[in-house]
């Protein structure tokens, strides 16, 4: 599993100006929400007999992988960025109604991440308790989640305690359709230090190509 970790040089960092103002000066995050269309991904998914969550998340953390922004965080006092981010999301236990955390290897192959999908969920989702796996997920890992009840316009999570990680939150909402088109809401919450509206939007653009193209990936 890759957790390699590189340091950022801040003396030569383009952005250092820009996080000092928004870490120090002006402490700010911000969230968008979109309709992503998932018509092309849910269809292809479905005739494949998959799980439409694991293409949700390995879309999502592929086009995570495309931009170095959405992977900062500190380590050990130094911040830095992961090559790659692995998903952590909560799974409802339907007999108390009650949630576990839950936590997937990321993949760059689509195969072998929904192989990890299914054995890590056959496995532990049956787990109560805070963690649905014994092993706590990695320092790389980054919330990925879904209410599947609701259909939101708008999602913004709130932090009530100061973090050195500037990892996104993403959060779906239920899926529709409309005009013949499968829609679903879509939310990116992030630190303005270590992204701008530019950078949210090519990768709210990455996500969306990706689900429009479920050729390029589903059978990598």
Known sequence: MNETFHPIDMTAWERQPYFYYFTKMLPTGYSMTVEMDITETYESIKQEGGYFFAAYLYTTLKQLTMQKEFRITTVDGKLGYFDVLHPSFAVLHEDDKTMSNMWIAYADSFAVFSRNYEEDMKQYKNNHGILAKPEEPPANSCMIGMVPWIEFTHYCP???????????????GKYFTRHGRRLMPYSITTHHAVADGYHVSAFLDGVQTLLSNPETWINK
């Open 158 to 172: 709130i932090p009530y305690a100061q973090s050195d990680c500037y990892f996104p939150v993403i959060q779906a």
